[in-house]
């Protein structure tokens, strides 16, 4: 197993220093207000009587360097700069502005040296690794230019640039653990949070799945003795006991048509739709959900009419397929007036094949538009209202064909009719 970078121990130092943007603004608000502090602080405690040499009027000008840098800096140049480079190059002007501070009290020998502390702390806490690298360099190399320029022994003042160097080092090591670790627990936190939203997301995913499943069976039991009623003693029956069955027949098969849904959609969540794509004809296919709709639109008083004669292979899910026309022609007989119109047309569209269908119904606004395929979307109008539905169909038919790598859309005027139309990978192009 190897050490770097994955190992725990390791961890910290490359976890820390992950900021998104909102926090480098916030980081930023705080180092204008701590440079505003440390310039008001800096020129009292000067007024302080020291026994070490302090060249006084260069550190005014200095400080007065600093504010303006910071007024600068923080107030002039436009937000879009911020961003980690910034903040380095921030903190490498501020260091800068340290080193002759330094230079001008007593050098290596003085206090003062903490200063450039403070400035690699900021980076440590807020930049990745190569940017600290970078920051404390440059500080080494400051304080021994400095250990060179320091009067007095020469050999001494190397000895405390080493001595600062390692405290420095150390300060730099420590803190970046310590930053790592803070980050790493407050990750791993999140991470427990979002897997325990997941878990109550899937099992809601899985109880929808399983009641769908288990109504289905006795669901179509139901339409099944119902089915046979129907043809078999239809005649024998009288008026009112007729249009009862008729009637239980629709509901249920509203019923099974709300529980494919939900199963359907309780697949795509959990992410376990199979498609199975093969080489389909479409013109079948069409042929064969405008027969199945043929009842239902007749008894709307609805033509349903496929256009077009020209053979079109696609690569698709044929079951999947069928069930996106039959969502979209039901759609077209649902929300068009009696004596209504529903087309269907296959076109060829570059490599792919594009299926149009279309009637001269209610239509749907602009805004509804955005929204159709949304998850339980239904236009709220009261010509969309008297209509019975879930809101699901679309949704569902975007999402089976996006699986069989095409597109699905939507033209409409309000009404003057809609005409929906999705492609897919055509066969021999
Ligand atoms: P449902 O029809 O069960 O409500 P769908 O997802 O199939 O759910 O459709 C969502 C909404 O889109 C419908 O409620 C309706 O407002 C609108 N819609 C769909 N097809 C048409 C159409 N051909 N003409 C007018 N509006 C439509």
């Not at 929300?335 to 529903?342: D, M, N, Q, R, V």
Request: some cysteine; proline content about 2%; charged content about 20%.
């Amino acid at each position: 197993m190897s050490l770097l970078p994955n190992s725990d121990i390791f961890s910290p130092f490359f976890y820390a220093g992950q900021l998104d943007k909102e926090k480098f603004r916030r980081f930023e608000r705080l180092a204008e207000l701590f440079t505003w502090i440390a310039v008001i602080l800096g020129l009292l405690i000067l007024q302080l009587p020291f026994a070490v040499y302090l060249n006084k009027q260069v550190i005014y000008i200095i400080d007065a360097a600093i504010g303006v840098y910071a007024l600068i800096w923080y107030r002039l140049i436009p937000k879009r700069f911020s961003g980690r480079l910034k903040m380095l190059l921030s903190n490498l002007i501020i260091i800068t502005f340290i080193a002759f501070i330094v230079h001008n009290t007593s050098g290596v020998q003085g206090y003062l040296i903490f200063l450039y502390f403070l400035a690699v702390l900021s980076v440590v806490m807020t930049l990745p690794l190569i940017y600290i690298a970078a920051a404390t360099s440059y500080v080494i190399f400051l304080i021994f230019l400095e250990a060179c320029l320091t009067v007095g022994s020469f050999e001494t003042n190397i000895s405390l640039a080493v001595l600062h160097s390692w405290a420095l080092l150390l300060v730099v090591f420590f803190a970046r653990f310590n930053v790592g670790q803070a980050s790493l627990a407050k990750k791993r936190e999140e991470e427990i949070i979002l897997g325990r939203e997941k878990t109550v997301g899937d099992l809601k995913d899985e109880f929808v799945y399983i009641i769908s499943h288990e109504l289905k069976q006795p669901a179509t039991a139901i339409k099944g003795y119902i089915d046979t009623i129907l043809s078999k003693y239809s005649g024998s029956m009288n008026v009112n006991t007729s249009e009862i069955l008729n009637l239980t027949n629709i509901n249920s098969d509203r019923l099974s048509k709300l529980l494919d849904d939900l199963l359907d959609i309780s697949q795509i969540e959990k992410g376990s739709l199979r498609i199975n794509m093969t080489d389909v004809s479409l013109k079948p296919i069409i042929s064969e959900v405008l027969a199945t709709l043929l009842l239902d639109a007749q008894s709307r008083r609805i033509s349903l009419v496929q256009k077009g004669t020209e053979e079109v292979a696609a690569k698709a899910d044929a079951d999947r397929l069928k069930e996106v026309l039959t969502n979209l022609v039901s759609n077209a007989v649902k929300y068009t007036p009696e004596g209504g119109k529903a087309t269907v047309e296959v076109k060829k569209e570059g490599s792919f094949a594009k299926i149009l269908v279309s009637d001269n119904g209610i239509g749907i606004g602009e805004e509804e538009q955005k929204h159709l395929f949304e998850k339980f979307y239904r236009a709220s109008n009261e010509k969309t209202e008297a209509v019975k539905g879930s809101g699901l169909g679309l949704f569902i038919a975007k999402q089976l064909v996006e699986k069989m790598g095409g597109e699905i859309g939507v033209i409409s005027t309000v009404g003057q009719g809609a005409t929906f139309y999705f492609t897919l990978p055509r066969y021999r192009w």
